[in-house]
């Protein structure tokens, strides 16, 4: 990054976002990084914004008012809120991304920031040592979203030369936010539940396991990767 140039959080209070957020002012300070969610964030020591990242107009006044370079894209329905209301899932992923896409490609942004997620993986997919060009049949709108994602965000890359990059996440397990509705928060939920002596009742099997990263690690590897 330049000295003058601004990233853009999407989704800034979310699981993800609020301790990415965090981390990127550590590294280029407070004021370079503007964080925005569709509601007011509190307790922040930089810039803020309330913007809903479907409204195109409102996204990219902010990209213009602020100078940015760099776009984080972090909103979106994840696996297990998305399944409630599918067409509504869809629409909000793929809508806010196209947004992101043509603005950053409008606005010649250096560099914007898509990520992923294992839900691309279906069962056909191999279960250990999962290569990266592995067959993709999700079984959720998120992951059917995310491959979609992937995809567009490959065509903008070689048809305009956009810089978009992307990791696929697992579960996220950390502790400095509220779960968001994705496949694998049950093992932060259950946490919660427990400090306030409730009962939980998880929806897999006991002997279920499923991949999952400590947020302090999925953090390094996405600064890592931008």
């Known amino acids: 990054m330049m000295k003058n140039d601004r990233i853009l959080i999407i989704g800034a209070g979310g699981q993800i976002g609020a301790v990415l957020t965090e981390a990127l002012r550590e590294v280029y300070g407070p004021d370079h990084v503007i964080a925005t969610d569709l509601r007011a964030l509190e307790g922040q020591n930089g810039p803020t914004e309330i ?28 696996s297990a809120t998305g399944e409630k209301d599918p067409m509504r899932a869809w629409d909000i ?45 999700p079984e959720t709108v998120y992951g059917i979203s995310k491959v979609a994602g992937e995809n567009w965000a490959n065509y903008y890359f070689r048809r305009y030369g956009l810089d978009v990059r992307s990791m696929r996440y697992p579960g996220i397990i950390g502790y400095q936010s509220m779960p968001g509705g994705g496949t694998t928060d049950y093992a932060v939920d259950i946490y919660h539940y427990a400090v306030q002596q409730k009962p939980y009742a998880c929806f897999l099997s006991q002997d279920t396991s499923l991949p999952m990263l400590y947020m302090p690690d999925a953090i390094r590897g996405t600064l890592e990767l931008m």
């Open 93 to 137: 992923n793929m809508r806010s991304l196209f947004n992101v896409l043509e603005i950053s490609r409008q606005h010649n942004l250096s560099k914007v920031y898509f990520p992923s997620s294992i839900a691309v993986f279906g069962r056909e997919a191999a279960h250990r040592n999962t290569p990266q060009y592995e067959v993709l049949i």
């Open 51 to 78: 913007v809903n990242a479907l409204d195109a107009p409102a996204l990219e006044e902010v990209v213009k008012k602020w100078g940015i370079s760099q776009i984080y894209h972090l909103a979106a329905i994840l």
